[in-house]
């Protein structure tokens, strides 16, 4: 059987899409539900780029078992060190170097010649391999690289010892028929042994075709992203690719994988999660409408068999969520057993805090549901410091009221006594009010640069989950923050303060701020 793997870089390309950036406890959660989910690779973020970086894929390395764990490092020995510290505590250590290779990125980003980038990729592939026996070498910008000298560059670090030889559609340009060519031309120059990866960009929509076109061509490792988040379009959707190469074994033969593609829905929430990148409905395989018949006629013919308009079943990736619920009589051991069936581990997490917050919303509505728990969770898991606390609001608006906001905040400075501040505003709505009243209690007046709300579960009480993310000035770097109540504009300033909360640590240097390395 021909084996595919699937290297992940949520954690690192799909962190890299504006404003998802996650924090190690969300990072690490991410990993573990990606090792359960069967990939074969984490790549697990980019150490050099902060300090944060580093410790995140340090901590994933060393919690993850069965997958290899992956650190990114331009070819320059300084990020091939420190990557190496990051993930040598993994049972599967593994190292990416990459160095651009199209005349481009090599004038206008290197300022090197052909054989200075070839000279630069070598080296960086032999000081990888004096620290790891598991290297890839990728060439940026590999689809928009004349592939006489690309076939050099890769022929070169193979040669070198890099096990795996990674070919990037960078900026997305690629179409699938000369994608394919290139694959197979660069298939034939390479060593068997050699392990042919792409990563396939989305610009113009093609990730996936792309990454399954190679396949056909003679890749056998796609990388790719959960939900298909990343830089700019973003990268191949994971869901897309594993459920192509199932669908259509016609075309692709039997392929194995070790993927149980049941985890694919519930990797997908977690990931949207945690990273404030919503799905969008009509979103391949795992967007809301994937598997909702609408019209009559096709309503008619699903119910006589599903097989007239499904190619796969909602339950083979997971969607098909049981509607258990739990309620204000459920104790803590009913709430732990729920969470072993989700597949959190109950021994990871605070269960006193979150049986209070379960009771608290039990109390306002009749069913909590598992969505509802598992927003719980993750609200605890996402959490940083809480600097600044929300103790009480009052919200006043109306066709006929200028909307206002009272806020009491109680801020918890390390080594300073807790104190309680109080502030109201006027806004042009009510979560317009509260976050203008939050900004004269905080002191800091951040650009609101996206708002998101939606339904957790079913029916008028359903916990509601918002999700935003700011910026402290124009040019500085979005935060993301999140919360959740029965009641929205509750969540609302929730996420609001978490976001600030989020902030107030990244600026303290704790949080490990993110110095994006120059790509
Ligand atoms: O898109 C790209 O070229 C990358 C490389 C670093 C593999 O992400
Ligand atoms: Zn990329």
Known sequence: MNKIKIFDTTLRDGEQSPGASMNIAEKIQIA????????????????????????????????????????????VEGDIKRCWDAVKSARK????????????????KLGMTKK????????AVKKACSFCKDVEFSAEDATRTDPEYLIEVVRAAADAGAKTINIPD??????????????????????????????????????????????????SQIECTVNGIGERAGNAAMEEVIMALKVRKDIFGEISMDIDTRQIFPTSSLVARLSGMQVQRNKAV?????????????????????????????????????????????????????????????GKIDIEDLFERFKKLAD????????????????????????????????????????????????????????????????????DACYNAINKVTGIVPVLVDYNIKAVSRGGDSLG????????????GEIQGRGSSTDIIEASALAYISAINRLKVLKSGKGGGRLRANL
């Open 286 to 346: 795992v967007g809301a409408n994937a598997f909702r018949h609408e019209a009559g006629i096709h309503q008619h013919g699903v119910i006589k068999d599903k097989l007239t308009y499904e190619i796969m079943t909602p339950e083979s990736v997971g969607s098909k969520v049981e509607a258990l619920y739990l309620g204000k009589h459920s104790g803590r051991h009913a709430i732990k057993e729920r969470l072993e069936r989700m597949g959190v581990d109950a």
């Open 364 to 431: 306002k509505k009749k069913q909590v549901y598992d969505d509802e728990i598992l927003t719980l969770v993750e609200d605890q898991i996402g959490s940083v410091r809480k600097i600044y606390e929300l103790d009480y609001i009052h919200t006043l608006s109306g066709t006929k009221t200028v909307p206002s906001a009272t806020i009491r905040i109680k801020i918890n400075k390390s080594g300073k006594k807790s104190r309680v501040i109080q502030e109201a505003a006027v806004g042009d709505g009510p979560v």
């Open 32 to 75: 573990r539900q990606l090792e359960k989910m069967g990939v074969d690779t984490i790549e697990a973020g980019f150490p050099v780029a902060s300090q944060g970086d580093f410790e995140a894929v340090k901590r994933v390395a060393s919690e993850i078992k069965k997958s290899s764990v992956c650190g990114l490092a331009r070819a």
């Open 116 to 123: 200075e980038v070839i000279q630069n990729a070598v080296k």
């Open 93 to 108: 250590p593994k190292i990416h170097t990459f160095i651009a290779t199209s005349s481009i990125h090599r004038k206008s």
């Open 170 to 219: 960078t900026v997305g340009y690629a179409l699938p028929a000369e994608f394919g060519e290139l694959i197979k031309r660069i298939r034939n120059s390479l060593p068997e042994d050699v392990v042919l990866s792409v990563h396939c960009h989305n610009d113009l929509g093609l990730a996936s075709a792309n990454s399954l076109e190679a396949v056909s061509s003679g890749a």
């Open 465 to 476: 989950e918002v999700t935003i993310r700011i910026k402290e000035k124009e040019a500085s």
